[in-house]
């Protein structure tokens, strides 16, 4: 099969390529899935370059975290998916940019019926751990001032309608005017250009002095603390992916500033499954299975309402995969980038 590799350690431009593979072999609570479409992701470029990513891997590996397909092939305890147009978050979050890809029953769901392959592909991942955060660990409430740094990316994107849709007053930090006006029609309700803009004063400006009661915070580095300042007492800041940390934000941040802010800090990370040996020493922690299904229902609510929808950026084929990865890196992308795998 043809799947999209990161052949050496280098600049996603120079060293991801599509090559000839093996399909993959499905094991016990696994399926293989023939791939429609799947999503870029920021953890690619780390993954890439051999930086700092949650899992990592040696080349030769296959990127792709999120997939939208058919399965066609199921191990023990998948069969009941056999046939079912599906979307997943891939094997150790690997291997989805390829023609067959592997995904554990435990990140399994039917794709929402109202979206295209593409738009599903884009859907899973970024409104999962927007749902998951927003919802389920910052219990966000109508009327609250939400703040979204990276808010024109995939998951950006994502938290922006979520926040929207439950009422709350979403403030998006994005880069630059033009990304500005997409987070607005996206339901922002006010955006702030942290290029240029003094974040804590525009943030106090619009929430009456008080600051933001939720934090949605996908950027990281110099600007976390900038954050914690913007943060209204009794807030939620929640951390997510850290896009902008070249340590991926385990370099460590006073935590003193959090206890003279008098708000508080709520880890999120969306995988589902149980937590064994190294993982779980390593301080991973996942959700129960039955989580992601309960989210993925509360989510297929609102895409069926029209609540919300995946922002899709670029459609492309899989040879132009390390090219898009350097764009993303330089900021050069809004929404989500999606592989058209059957169209390539």
Not at 31 to 43: E, I, Q
Not at 54 to 59: G, K, S
Not at 311 to 325: E, H, K, T
Request: hydrophobic share 45%.
């Amino acid at each position: 099969m043809k799947a999209v590799q990161v052949l050496r350690h280098g600049d996603p431009a120079d060293v991801v390529a599509v090559a000839d593979i093996a399909a993959p072999d499905v094991g016990p609570g696994e399926v293989r899935v023939s791939v429609s479409a799947a999503s870029l992701n920021f953890g690619d470029i780390a993954r890439a370059r051999g930086g700092v990513a949650t899992v990592m891997a040696q080349p030769p590996f296959t990127l792709g975290m999120d997939v939208c397909g058919i399965v066609e092939s199921a191990g023990a305890g998948g069969e009941a998916w056999l046939g079912r147009r599906v979307v997943g978050m891939t094997k150790m979050a690997f291997g989805g940019i390829a023609e067959q890809a592997i995904v554990p029953v435990t990140s399994l769901f039917d794709a929402p019926p109202e979206l295209d392959d593409a738009e599903a592909a884009a859907f899973l991942l970024p409104f999962h751990t927007g749902y998951l955060a927003l919802h389920m660990r910052a219990k966000l409430q109508p009327g609250e001032a939400l703040l979204v740094t990276g808010a024109a990316s995939g998951v950006g994107t994502a938290a922006v309608q979520l926040g929207a849709a439950a009422g709350a007053k979403v403030i998006a930090l994005a880069g630059g005017a033009e990304k500005g006006r997409f987070c607005e029609s996206l339901g922002a309700a006010a955006t702030i250009d942290y290029r240029q803009d003094d974040v804590f004063d525009q943030v106090m400006d619009l929430t009456g002095g008080r600051g933001a009661e939720v934090a949605f915070d996908l950027v990281g580095g110099d600007l976390t603390e900038q954050i914690w300042a913007c943060m209204a007492r009794e807030g939620r800041y929640l951390p997510i992916g850290f896009n902008g940390d070249t340590q991926g934000g385990l370099g460590g941040r006073p935590l003193r500033k959090i206890a003279m802010g008098n708000f508080s800090v709520l880890g999120v990370m969306l995988a589902y499954g149980t937590p064994i040996g190294p993982m779980r020493r390593m301080g991973m922690n996942p959700n129960p299975p039955e989580i992601g299904q309960q989210v993925h229902a509360a989510l297929r609510d609102l895409v069926a309402g029209g609540r919300i929808r995946p922002a899709i950026g670029r459609r492309i084929r899989m040879d132009q995969v390390g090219a898009a990865l350097a764009d993303h890196e330089g900021r050069r992308t809004s929404g989500r980038t999606v592989v058209d795998v059957a169209g390539s």
